[in-house]
């Protein structure tokens, strides 16, 4: 079974606080995804990496940084967590052969709460 | 670049009844179409997908949705609604020969009455 596996499902830090969230994926997926998701504003994207050492910014990268060393994982820091950073973090991984658009399979969440 | 546009945010209805959910998108050529559906407490996971060809999609769950290219959308059906299809969708676009990065709509949240 296919999967995607991020570290916390739930995670309570304080302001000012360094956390990293860490995603992992076992389907040697080139593309790996960090979305944030609100009420009412559904996925926003807030990196992308398409291979190891590669990122690109999403719609909302202000505040935070991504890391990928290793093909199958991904790590989204938030360098000085802050209130409005409070929020589900959702991971995701997709194939990116042959200049398709493949379907994103997803990890199941992580709830932060910034005190 | 593309867009999504899912105009209904929530949506009730009852057990046993059909459903359609609406998703219309921006693009100026045939996109790469799909699906999610985020039950609670659980990931996303895709419902179906359009890439080309039979423009009627089957899915999993008991799920299809039609590509209308002439009205710029993917509705979602399902001719009967059971409990456990209360849940977030999403539909999301994709560009060909453009970036790997879809564009999600910002949901529809299917509440099933018994």
């Known amino acids: 079974d296919v999967k995607v596996t991020q570290s916390s499902r739930y995670l309570v830090k304080r302001t000012g606080e360094k956390v990293f969230l860490e995603c992992v994926q076992d389907?040697?997926?080139?593309?790996m995804f960090w979305y944030r998701q609100d009420p009412g504003l559904g996925l926003r994207l807030i990196y992308f990496?398409?291979?190891?050492?590669?990122?690109e910014k999403g719609d909302i990268p202000e505040g935070y940084s991504v890391s990928r060393e290793k093909k199958e994982r991904f790590s989204l820091i938030l360098e000085s967590a802050s209130t409005n950073q409070t929020s589900m973090y959702i991971c995701?991984?997709?194939?990116?052969?042959?200049?398709?658009?493949?379907?994103?399979?997803f990890g199941p969440g992580t709830r932060l709460t910034v005190l | 670049a593309q867009s999504v546009t899912q105009p209904d945010i929530h949506i009730t209805v009852s057990e046993g009844a059909s459903l359609e959910l609406r998703c219309n998108y921006s693009?100026?050529?045939?996109?790469?179409l799909f699906w999610y559906v985020q039950s609670p407490g659980q990931g996303l996971q895709l419902l179906l997908k359009?890439?080309?060809?039979?423009?009627l999609v089957q899915g999993i769950k008991g799920f299809e949705a039609e590509f209308k290219r002439s009205q710029s959308s993917f509705n979602l059906r399902k001719p009967s609604v059971h409990w456990s299809d209360a849940a977030e969708y999403f539909c999301?676009?994709?560009?060909?020969?453009?970036?790997?990065?879809?564009?999600f709509g910002r949901g529809t949240s299917l509440i099933v009455h018994p």
């Open positions: 999301a676009v994709g560009a060909q020969g453009g970036s790997y990065i879809p564009t």
């Open positions: 359009y890439f080309s060809g039979d423009t």
């Open positions: 990496s398409y291979d190891v050492k590669m990122k």
């Open positions: 995701a991984s997709s194939h990116n052969r042959l200049a398709v658009v493949h379907e994103q399979f």
């Open positions: 389907m040697d997926h080139e593309n």
């Open positions: 693009y100026g050529a045939t996109p790469y």
